[in-house]
Protein backbone atom coordinates (compact mmCIF):
# COMPACT_ATOMS: atom_id res chain seq x y z
CA UNK A 1 0.00 0.00 0.00
CA UNK A 2 1.82 3.17 -0.58
CA UNK A 3 2.81 5.54 2.36
CA UNK A 4 0.47 8.35 3.53
CA UNK A 5 1.63 12.13 2.50
CA UNK A 6 2.34 12.65 5.89
CA UNK A 7 4.50 9.66 6.60
CA UNK A 8 6.10 10.38 3.32
CA UNK A 9 6.73 14.04 4.73
CA UNK A 10 8.65 12.43 8.05
CA UNK A 11 9.69 9.70 6.77
CA UNK A 12 14.14 10.22 7.08
CA UNK A 13 15.84 11.09 3.78
CA UNK A 14 18.45 9.20 2.82
CA UNK A 15 22.01 11.03 2.70
CA UNK A 16 22.41 11.43 -0.80
CA UNK A 17 19.15 13.18 -1.09
CA UNK A 18 19.76 15.97 1.94
CA UNK A 19 20.53 19.21 0.77
CA UNK A 20 23.45 21.11 2.18
CA UNK A 21 22.84 25.32 2.59
CA UNK A 22 25.24 27.77 3.75
CA UNK A 23 23.07 29.10 6.26
CA UNK A 24 19.88 27.69 8.01
CA UNK A 25 17.93 29.87 9.85
CA UNK A 26 14.89 29.01 12.67
CA UNK A 27 12.10 30.82 12.59
CA UNK A 28 10.76 33.40 10.73
CA UNK A 29 9.95 36.47 13.13
CA UNK A 30 11.56 40.00 13.06
CA UNK A 31 14.94 38.11 13.64
CA UNK A 32 14.96 35.47 10.91
CA UNK A 33 13.03 37.93 8.41
CA UNK A 34 15.75 40.48 9.53
CA UNK A 35 18.83 37.09 9.01
CA UNK A 36 17.20 36.85 5.17
CA UNK A 37 17.40 40.34 4.42
CA UNK A 38 21.01 41.03 5.71
CA UNK A 39 22.17 38.08 4.38
CA UNK A 40 20.93 38.79 0.95
CA UNK A 41 22.61 42.09 1.44
CA UNK A 42 25.78 40.61 2.08
CA UNK A 43 25.93 38.40 -1.20
CA UNK A 44 24.82 35.17 0.52
CA UNK A 45 21.69 33.90 -1.38
CA UNK A 46 22.41 30.00 -0.28
CA UNK A 47 20.27 29.30 2.83
CA UNK A 48 16.87 28.89 4.03
CA UNK A 49 14.57 29.95 6.67
CA UNK A 50 12.84 27.43 8.50
CA UNK A 51 9.68 28.26 10.02
CA UNK A 52 7.05 25.80 11.68
CA UNK A 53 4.32 27.68 10.92
CA UNK A 54 2.26 28.72 7.70
CA UNK A 55 3.18 31.87 7.38
CA UNK A 56 5.92 34.32 8.62
CA UNK A 57 5.49 36.74 11.79
CA UNK A 58 6.64 34.99 14.76
CA UNK A 59 5.17 36.53 18.01
CA UNK A 60 3.15 38.59 15.73
CA UNK A 61 1.24 36.33 13.74
CA UNK A 62 0.84 34.27 16.73
CA UNK A 63 -0.40 37.05 19.34
CA UNK A 64 -3.56 37.99 17.84
CA UNK A 65 -5.71 38.43 21.03
CA UNK A 66 -8.24 41.45 21.09
CA UNK A 67 -6.26 44.81 21.78
CA UNK A 68 -3.02 43.22 20.92
CA UNK A 69 -0.69 45.99 20.48
CA UNK A 70 3.34 46.81 20.48
CA UNK A 71 4.60 49.42 23.61
CA UNK A 72 7.13 50.44 21.74
CA UNK A 73 6.35 53.72 19.17
CA UNK A 74 5.76 52.21 15.31
CA UNK A 75 8.78 54.32 13.84
CA UNK A 76 11.40 52.78 16.41
CA UNK A 77 9.66 49.02 16.16
CA UNK A 78 10.34 48.76 12.70
CA UNK A 79 14.14 47.85 10.35
CA UNK A 80 16.37 51.03 9.95
CA UNK A 81 16.65 49.52 6.19
CA UNK A 82 13.06 49.57 5.97
CA UNK A 83 11.21 52.21 7.09
CA UNK A 84 7.70 52.79 6.80
CA UNK A 85 6.08 56.35 6.57
CA UNK A 86 2.66 54.78 6.91
CA UNK A 87 2.45 53.44 10.26
CA UNK A 88 -1.13 54.56 11.29
CA UNK A 89 -0.53 55.69 15.06
CA UNK A 90 2.14 56.14 17.06
CA UNK A 91 1.79 52.47 18.28
CA UNK A 92 1.01 50.15 16.10
CA UNK A 93 -1.54 47.19 16.43
CA UNK A 94 -0.50 43.21 15.88
CA UNK A 95 -2.26 43.59 12.55
CA UNK A 96 -0.28 46.22 11.35
CA UNK A 97 3.00 45.29 12.49
CA UNK A 98 2.29 41.78 11.00
CA UNK A 99 1.73 42.84 7.33
CA UNK A 100 5.00 45.17 7.57
CA UNK A 101 6.64 42.09 8.18
CA UNK A 102 5.10 40.30 5.44
CA UNK A 103 5.98 43.26 3.02
CA UNK A 104 9.51 43.03 4.29
CA UNK A 105 9.23 39.59 3.00
CA UNK A 106 8.19 40.65 -0.35
CA UNK A 107 10.16 43.84 -1.16
CA UNK A 108 13.36 41.92 0.20
CA UNK A 109 13.37 38.93 -1.84
CA UNK A 110 13.47 36.35 0.87
CA UNK A 111 10.20 34.47 0.49
CA UNK A 112 12.02 31.78 -1.71
CA UNK A 113 14.18 31.26 0.62
CA UNK A 114 11.45 30.15 3.39
CA UNK A 115 10.33 26.33 4.19
CA UNK A 116 6.65 27.04 5.51
CA UNK A 117 5.79 23.92 8.36
CA UNK A 118 9.38 22.95 8.45
CA UNK A 119 9.12 22.35 12.77
CA UNK A 120 12.99 21.51 13.62
CA UNK A 121 13.01 18.61 15.62
CA UNK A 122 16.32 18.37 16.42
CA UNK A 123 19.83 20.60 15.30
CA UNK A 124 23.07 18.25 16.22
CA UNK A 125 26.33 19.29 14.92
CA UNK A 126 28.67 16.71 13.23
CA UNK A 127 32.15 17.56 14.04
CA UNK A 128 33.70 15.32 11.26
CA UNK A 129 32.29 17.46 8.55
CA UNK A 130 32.42 20.65 10.71
CA UNK A 131 28.67 21.36 9.88
CA UNK A 132 24.48 21.25 11.59
CA UNK A 133 22.25 18.78 10.68
CA UNK A 134 18.82 20.34 11.25
CA UNK A 135 16.20 17.31 11.24
CA UNK A 136 12.50 19.43 10.58
CA UNK A 137 8.65 17.23 9.74
CA UNK A 138 9.53 17.67 6.13
CA UNK A 139 12.82 16.50 6.47
CA UNK A 140 16.40 17.01 6.63
CA UNK A 141 18.98 19.92 5.64
CA UNK A 142 22.66 20.30 6.21
CA UNK A 143 24.28 24.01 6.94
CA UNK A 144 27.31 25.17 7.22
CA UNK A 145 25.97 27.99 10.15
CA UNK A 146 22.82 27.72 11.98
CA UNK A 147 20.67 31.02 13.47
CA UNK A 148 18.09 30.47 16.20
CA UNK A 149 15.77 33.46 15.25
CA UNK A 150 12.55 31.69 17.81
CA UNK A 151 13.02 34.67 19.49
CA UNK A 152 11.61 34.80 23.92
CA UNK A 153 8.24 35.16 22.90
CA UNK A 154 7.54 32.00 21.40
CA UNK A 155 6.24 29.46 23.41
CA UNK A 156 3.73 30.22 26.00
CA UNK A 157 3.84 29.42 29.87
CA UNK A 158 0.80 27.71 31.68
CA UNK A 159 1.34 27.20 34.56
CA UNK A 160 0.18 23.31 36.26
CA UNK A 161 -2.15 23.48 38.11
CA UNK A 162 -4.53 20.80 40.21
CA UNK A 163 -8.18 20.57 38.37
CA UNK A 164 -7.10 22.59 34.91
CA UNK A 165 -7.53 19.00 33.01
CA UNK A 166 -10.95 18.59 34.36
CA UNK A 167 -12.37 22.46 33.90
CA UNK A 168 -15.60 22.31 32.12
CA UNK A 169 -15.03 25.68 29.58
CA UNK A 170 -12.69 27.06 27.96
CA UNK A 171 -9.10 27.34 28.66
CA UNK A 172 -6.39 28.87 26.63
CA UNK A 173 -3.06 31.15 26.79
CA UNK A 174 -3.48 34.46 25.37
CA UNK A 175 -0.89 34.05 22.08
CA UNK A 176 -3.19 30.85 21.27
CA UNK A 177 -6.42 33.04 21.29
CA UNK A 178 -9.98 31.12 20.28
CA UNK A 179 -11.20 33.50 17.86
CA UNK A 180 -14.27 31.19 17.58
CA UNK A 181 -15.18 31.50 20.99
CA UNK A 182 -17.83 34.53 21.60
CA UNK A 183 -17.41 35.57 25.60
CA UNK A 184 -20.38 37.81 25.74
CA UNK A 185 -22.20 37.55 28.73
CA UNK A 186 -19.50 34.52 30.25
CA UNK A 187 -17.67 34.37 33.20
CA UNK A 188 -14.60 35.01 32.51
CA UNK A 189 -11.46 34.98 34.18
CA UNK A 190 -7.69 36.17 33.25
CA UNK A 191 -4.65 34.85 34.88
CA UNK A 192 -1.57 37.46 35.11
CA UNK A 193 -0.85 40.82 34.82
CA UNK A 194 1.70 41.27 32.11
CA UNK A 195 2.05 43.35 28.99
CA UNK A 196 -0.68 40.67 27.17
CA UNK A 197 -3.27 41.27 30.07
CA UNK A 198 -3.22 45.00 30.25
CA UNK A 199 -4.22 45.00 26.78
CA UNK A 200 -6.62 42.11 26.70
CA UNK A 201 -8.96 43.08 29.59
CA UNK A 202 -9.85 46.54 28.25
CA UNK A 203 -10.67 45.02 25.38
CA UNK A 204 -12.80 42.02 26.78
CA UNK A 205 -14.72 43.53 29.99
CA UNK A 206 -16.92 45.59 28.15
CA UNK A 207 -18.71 42.40 26.75
CA UNK A 208 -18.56 39.61 29.15
CA UNK A 209 -20.90 38.85 32.26
CA UNK A 210 -18.10 39.29 34.72
CA UNK A 211 -14.02 39.67 34.49
CA UNK A 212 -12.10 38.10 37.46
CA UNK A 213 -7.96 39.28 37.09
CA UNK A 214 -5.95 36.79 39.40
CA UNK A 215 -2.71 39.19 40.23
CA UNK A 216 0.04 37.94 41.73
CA UNK A 217 2.12 40.96 41.62
CA UNK A 218 0.91 44.46 40.19
CA UNK A 219 2.34 46.24 37.49
CA UNK A 220 3.06 49.99 37.55
CA UNK A 221 1.35 51.76 34.99
CA UNK A 222 1.44 54.48 33.00
CA UNK A 223 -0.73 56.66 30.51
CA UNK A 224 0.23 54.96 26.93
CA UNK A 225 -0.19 58.72 24.95
CA UNK A 226 -1.27 56.86 21.24
CA UNK A 227 -2.84 58.20 18.50
CA UNK A 228 -3.40 58.29 15.09
CA UNK A 229 -0.77 59.30 12.69
CA UNK A 230 -2.23 62.49 10.02
CA UNK A 231 -2.63 62.20 6.69
CA UNK A 232 -0.39 64.87 5.85
CA UNK A 233 2.67 63.24 8.20
CA UNK A 234 2.23 60.44 6.18
CA UNK A 235 2.50 62.05 2.88
CA UNK A 236 5.57 64.22 4.67
CA UNK A 237 7.10 61.06 5.16
CA UNK A 238 6.97 59.53 1.66
CA UNK A 239 7.96 63.02 -0.21
CA UNK A 240 10.74 63.31 2.07
CA UNK A 241 12.04 60.08 3.37
CA UNK A 242 14.73 61.99 5.65
CA UNK A 243 11.99 62.79 7.77
CA UNK A 244 10.82 59.26 8.59
CA UNK A 245 14.93 58.53 9.22
CA UNK A 246 14.68 61.61 11.51
CA UNK A 247 11.33 60.56 13.53
CA UNK A 248 12.74 56.95 14.31
CA UNK A 249 16.05 58.84 15.73
CA UNK A 250 14.20 61.58 17.74
CA UNK A 251 12.82 58.11 19.46
CA UNK A 252 15.62 56.46 19.57
CA UNK A 253 17.62 59.38 21.46
CA UNK A 254 14.83 59.36 24.00
CA UNK A 255 15.04 55.71 24.87
CA UNK A 256 18.87 55.84 25.44
CA UNK A 257 18.45 58.94 27.64
CA UNK A 258 16.03 56.61 29.82
CA UNK A 259 19.06 53.45 29.72
CA UNK A 260 21.00 55.46 32.30
CA UNK A 261 18.06 55.18 35.18
CA UNK A 262 17.45 51.16 34.50
CA UNK A 263 21.08 50.14 34.86
CA UNK A 264 23.18 52.78 37.17
CA UNK A 265 20.65 55.45 38.36
CA UNK A 266 17.95 53.28 39.85
CA UNK A 267 16.84 56.29 42.12
CA UNK A 268 16.62 58.07 39.31
CA UNK A 269 12.87 56.66 38.68
CA UNK A 270 11.53 58.13 41.88
CA UNK A 271 9.70 60.54 39.73
CA UNK A 272 8.55 58.57 37.58
CA UNK A 273 7.23 56.40 40.12
CA UNK A 274 6.10 59.48 41.68
CA UNK A 275 3.92 60.10 38.25
CA UNK A 276 2.51 56.26 38.05
CA UNK A 277 1.11 56.76 41.99
CA UNK A 278 -0.45 59.98 41.04
CA UNK A 279 -1.72 58.40 37.85
CA UNK A 280 -2.92 55.36 40.16
CA UNK A 281 -5.12 57.41 42.39
CA UNK A 282 -6.79 59.21 40.13
CA UNK A 283 -7.68 56.53 37.76
CA UNK A 284 -8.71 53.95 40.57
CA UNK A 285 -10.98 56.01 43.45
CA UNK A 286 -11.99 52.82 45.31
CA UNK A 287 -8.82 52.77 48.28
CA UNK A 288 -9.35 49.03 48.70
CA UNK A 289 -8.84 48.28 44.90
CA UNK A 290 -5.96 51.13 44.97
CA UNK A 291 -4.26 49.05 47.25
CA UNK A 292 -4.01 46.02 45.52
CA UNK A 293 -3.22 47.44 42.75
CA UNK A 294 -0.23 49.41 44.14
CA UNK A 295 3.20 47.57 43.68
CA UNK A 296 5.22 47.11 46.10
CA UNK A 297 8.26 47.02 44.14
CA UNK A 298 10.63 49.90 42.58
CA UNK A 299 9.02 51.30 39.48
CA UNK A 300 10.97 49.87 36.63
CA UNK A 301 12.27 46.17 38.28
CA UNK A 302 9.27 44.38 36.09
CA UNK A 303 8.42 46.09 32.68
CA UNK A 304 6.71 49.06 33.06
CA UNK A 305 3.48 49.08 31.49
CA UNK A 306 1.49 51.71 29.07
CA UNK A 307 -2.11 51.85 29.15
CA UNK A 308 -4.91 54.44 29.59
CA UNK A 309 -7.60 51.78 29.36
CA UNK A 310 -6.51 49.28 32.00
CA UNK A 311 -7.70 51.13 35.42
CA UNK A 312 -11.09 52.08 34.08
CA UNK A 313 -11.82 48.45 33.50
CA UNK A 314 -10.96 47.12 36.84
CA UNK A 315 -12.85 49.90 38.46
CA UNK A 316 -16.42 48.82 35.84
CA UNK A 317 -19.15 47.17 38.05
CA UNK A 318 -18.14 43.82 36.47
CA UNK A 319 -14.31 43.65 37.00
CA UNK A 320 -12.78 42.10 39.81
CA UNK A 321 -9.33 41.60 40.99
CA UNK A 322 -7.99 38.70 43.09
CA UNK A 323 -5.04 39.94 44.70
CA UNK A 324 -3.69 36.46 44.89
CA UNK A 325 -2.54 33.78 42.10
CA UNK A 326 -4.75 30.75 40.97
CA UNK A 327 -4.44 27.78 43.45
CA UNK A 328 -6.67 25.29 42.09
CA UNK A 329 -9.50 24.76 39.88
CA UNK A 330 -12.60 22.56 41.25
CA UNK A 331 -15.24 22.11 38.13
CA UNK A 332 -15.89 25.66 37.33
CA UNK A 333 -15.09 27.04 41.10
CA UNK A 334 -11.28 28.62 40.64
CA UNK A 335 -9.62 28.95 43.69
CA UNK A 336 -6.89 31.40 44.79
CA UNK A 337 -4.09 31.22 46.99
CA UNK A 338 -5.98 33.21 49.51
CA UNK A 339 -8.63 30.71 49.87
CA UNK A 340 -11.25 32.89 48.06
CA UNK A 341 -13.48 30.91 45.44
CA UNK A 342 -14.36 31.75 41.50
CA UNK A 343 -17.01 31.07 39.60
CA UNK A 344 -15.78 31.03 35.48
CA UNK A 345 -16.92 29.77 32.30
CA UNK A 346 -13.39 30.67 30.23
CA UNK A 347 -10.59 30.71 31.51
CA UNK A 348 -7.88 32.87 29.63
CA UNK A 349 -4.34 32.66 30.78
CA UNK A 350 -1.85 35.97 30.35
CA UNK A 351 1.38 34.32 31.86
CA UNK A 352 3.94 34.77 29.71
CA UNK A 353 6.74 32.39 27.95
CA UNK A 354 9.44 30.31 28.65
CA UNK A 355 12.41 33.16 28.57
CA UNK A 356 14.97 31.59 30.68
CA UNK A 357 14.50 28.40 29.11
CA UNK A 358 13.88 28.66 26.03
CA UNK A 359 12.20 25.02 24.59
CA UNK A 360 15.28 25.25 21.55
CA UNK A 361 17.99 24.56 24.15
CA UNK A 362 16.77 20.54 24.17
CA UNK A 363 16.64 20.46 20.22
CA UNK A 364 20.14 21.62 19.65
CA UNK A 365 23.22 19.14 20.36
CA UNK A 366 26.65 20.71 20.57
CA UNK A 367 30.36 19.05 19.99
CA UNK A 368 30.18 16.58 22.57
CA UNK A 369 26.57 15.76 21.67
CA UNK A 370 25.52 17.95 24.74
CA UNK A 371 21.72 19.68 24.08
CA UNK A 372 21.93 23.19 25.12
CA UNK A 373 19.84 22.77 27.88
CA UNK A 374 22.36 20.93 29.91
CA UNK A 375 24.81 23.47 28.85
CA UNK A 376 22.41 25.91 30.29
CA UNK A 377 21.41 24.09 33.19
CA UNK A 378 22.98 27.24 36.14
CA UNK A 379 21.01 29.38 33.47
CA UNK A 380 22.24 30.94 29.82
CA UNK A 381 25.33 32.22 28.67
CA UNK A 382 26.61 33.51 25.47
CA UNK A 383 29.60 35.54 23.88
CA UNK A 384 28.02 38.85 23.33
CA UNK A 385 24.49 37.24 23.44
CA UNK A 386 25.30 35.69 19.92
CA UNK A 387 27.91 32.80 20.27
CA UNK A 388 28.01 30.00 22.65
CA UNK A 389 31.21 27.50 23.22
CA UNK A 390 30.94 23.83 22.50
CA UNK A 391 28.14 24.51 19.22
CA UNK A 392 30.57 25.98 16.54
CA UNK A 393 28.38 28.25 13.88
CA UNK A 394 25.78 28.43 16.26
CA UNK A 395 24.60 32.35 15.73
CA UNK A 396 21.56 33.87 18.18
CA UNK A 397 18.74 36.44 17.44
CA UNK A 398 17.85 37.89 20.70
CA UNK A 399 20.30 35.95 22.38
CA UNK A 400 21.00 35.40 26.20
CA UNK A 401 20.61 39.20 28.31
CA UNK A 402 20.01 41.23 25.11
CA UNK A 403 16.20 41.58 26.26
CA UNK A 404 15.76 45.51 26.66
CA UNK A 405 13.49 47.14 29.12
CA UNK A 406 12.97 50.23 27.62
CA UNK A 407 13.32 50.66 24.05
CA UNK A 408 13.06 48.95 20.56
CA UNK A 409 14.11 45.10 20.38
CA UNK A 410 14.55 45.67 16.36
CA UNK A 411 17.73 47.77 17.48
CA UNK A 412 19.31 44.84 18.93
CA UNK A 413 18.40 42.61 16.52
CA UNK A 414 20.01 44.55 13.92
CA UNK A 415 23.12 44.54 15.84
CA UNK A 416 23.43 40.74 16.04
CA UNK A 417 22.41 40.72 12.54
CA UNK A 418 25.47 42.79 11.65
CA UNK A 419 27.72 39.96 14.16
CA UNK A 420 26.33 37.53 11.93
CA UNK A 421 27.95 38.57 8.83
CA UNK A 422 30.63 39.83 10.30
CA UNK A 423 31.59 36.01 11.11
CA UNK A 424 31.11 34.92 8.21
CA UNK A 425 32.97 37.10 6.30
CA UNK A 426 35.59 36.73 8.37
CA UNK A 427 35.22 32.63 8.19
CA UNK A 428 35.54 32.93 4.38
CA UNK A 429 38.30 35.54 4.98
CA UNK A 430 40.49 33.42 6.76
CA UNK A 431 39.79 30.29 5.46
CA UNK A 432 38.21 28.69 8.57
CA UNK A 433 34.84 26.55 8.31
CA UNK A 434 33.84 27.64 12.04
CA UNK A 435 34.23 29.66 14.98
CA UNK A 436 33.47 29.02 18.63
CA UNK A 437 34.18 31.29 21.60
CA UNK A 438 37.21 30.54 24.04
CA UNK A 439 36.37 29.22 27.25
CA UNK A 440 37.70 32.04 28.37
CA UNK A 441 36.53 35.19 26.71
CA UNK A 442 32.92 33.64 27.35
CA UNK A 443 33.43 33.27 31.14
CA UNK A 444 34.57 36.72 31.26
CA UNK A 445 32.21 38.41 28.87
CA UNK A 446 29.65 37.09 31.41
CA UNK A 447 31.46 38.07 34.65
CA UNK A 448 31.45 41.69 33.32
CA UNK A 449 28.15 41.51 32.09
CA UNK A 450 26.40 40.16 35.81
CA UNK A 451 28.72 42.62 37.46
CA UNK A 452 26.80 45.28 35.56
CA UNK A 453 23.55 43.54 35.87
CA UNK A 454 23.91 43.85 40.06
CA UNK A 455 23.57 47.40 40.19
CA UNK A 456 20.74 47.82 37.89
CA UNK A 457 16.62 48.47 38.80
CA UNK A 458 16.31 44.58 37.81
CA UNK A 459 17.87 43.49 40.82
CA UNK A 460 17.73 46.18 43.15
CA UNK A 461 14.68 47.06 42.68
CA UNK A 462 12.49 44.01 44.98
CA UNK A 463 10.95 42.39 42.65
CA UNK A 464 10.63 38.78 41.46
CA UNK A 465 10.14 39.00 37.34
CA UNK A 466 10.05 36.90 33.95
CA UNK A 467 13.55 38.49 33.60
CA UNK A 468 15.66 36.15 36.24
CA UNK A 469 16.11 32.58 36.59
CA UNK A 470 14.63 30.31 39.71
CA UNK A 471 17.57 31.75 41.80
CA UNK A 472 17.83 35.14 40.90
CA UNK A 473 19.97 35.56 38.18
CA UNK A 474 18.73 37.82 35.41
CA UNK A 475 19.97 35.78 31.92
CA UNK A 476 17.63 37.38 29.84
CA UNK A 477 18.00 41.55 29.98
CA UNK A 478 21.08 43.65 28.44
CA UNK A 479 22.37 46.00 31.15
CA UNK A 480 23.59 48.85 29.05
CA UNK A 481 22.46 51.23 26.26
CA UNK A 482 21.37 49.86 22.54
CA UNK A 483 24.21 51.64 20.80
CA UNK A 484 26.72 49.91 23.74
CA UNK A 485 25.55 47.14 22.37
CA UNK A 486 25.93 47.90 18.59
CA UNK A 487 29.52 49.07 19.65
CA UNK A 488 30.15 45.26 21.09
CA UNK A 489 28.82 43.19 18.42
CA UNK A 490 30.14 45.52 15.56
CA UNK A 491 32.92 43.40 14.37
CA UNK A 492 34.38 39.53 15.50
CA UNK A 493 37.16 39.53 17.54
CA UNK A 494 39.12 36.29 16.57
CA UNK A 495 40.96 36.64 19.71
CA UNK A 496 38.07 35.48 21.16
CA UNK A 497 37.47 32.67 19.39
CA UNK A 498 38.89 29.66 18.57
CA UNK A 499 38.78 28.68 14.58
CA UNK A 500 37.72 25.31 13.24
CA UNK A 501 38.74 23.59 9.68
CA UNK A 502 36.76 20.84 7.81
CA UNK A 503 38.75 17.56 7.91
CA UNK A 504 39.47 16.45 4.85
CA UNK A 505 40.25 12.65 4.19
CA UNK A 506 43.52 11.93 3.55
CA UNK A 507 44.40 10.74 -0.10
CA UNK A 508 44.83 7.24 -0.20
CA UNK A 509 49.00 6.53 -0.37
CA UNK A 510 49.68 3.88 -3.28
CA UNK A 511 51.91 1.32 -2.60
CA UNK A 512 54.19 -0.15 -5.00
CA UNK A 513 56.11 -3.28 -5.28
Given at each position: MAASSSEQRTRPQSPEAVPHVRVAVIGSGFGGIGAGVRLRRAGITDFVILERADSVGGTWRDNSYPGCACDVPSHLYSFSFALNPDWPRSFSGQGEIRAYLERVTDTFGVRPHLRLNHEVIEARWEAE????????????????????????????????????????????????????????????????????????????????????????????????????????????????????????????????????????????????????????????????????????????????????????????????????????????????????????????????????????????????????????????????????????????VIGPNTGLGNSSMILMIESQLNYLIDALDTLHSVGATALQPTERAQRHWNQRLQHRMSRTVWTTGGCRSWYLTEDGKNTTLWPGSTSAFRRATRRIDLAEYDLIKRQVPAAPVEVTA
Amino acid sequence: MAASSSEQRTRPQSPEAVPHVRVAVIGSGFGGIGAGVRLRRAGITDFVILERADSVGGTWRDNSYPGCACDVPSHLYSFSFALNPDWPRSFSGQGEIRAYLERVTDTFGVRPHLRLNHEVIEARWEAEQARWRVTTTRGCWTADALVSATGPLSDPAVPELPGLAEFPGQVFHSSQWDHDLDLTGKRVAVVGTGASAIQIVPAIQPRVGRLTLFQRTPGWVLPKVDREISELEKRVHRAVPATTALRRAALFATRELQVDAFVRRPGALKLVQKLAERYLAQQIRDPELRAKLTPDYRIGCKRILLSQTYYPALAAPNAEVVASGLREVRGSTLVAADGSEHQADVIIFGTGFHVTDMPIGAKVFGDQGQSLAEEWKEGMEALRGSTVRGFPNLFFVIGPNTGLGNSSMILMIESQLNYLIDALDTLHSVGATALQPTERAQRHWNQRLQHRMSRTVWTTGGCRSWYLTEDGKNTTLWPGSTSAFRRATRRIDLAEYDLIKRQVPAAPVEVTA
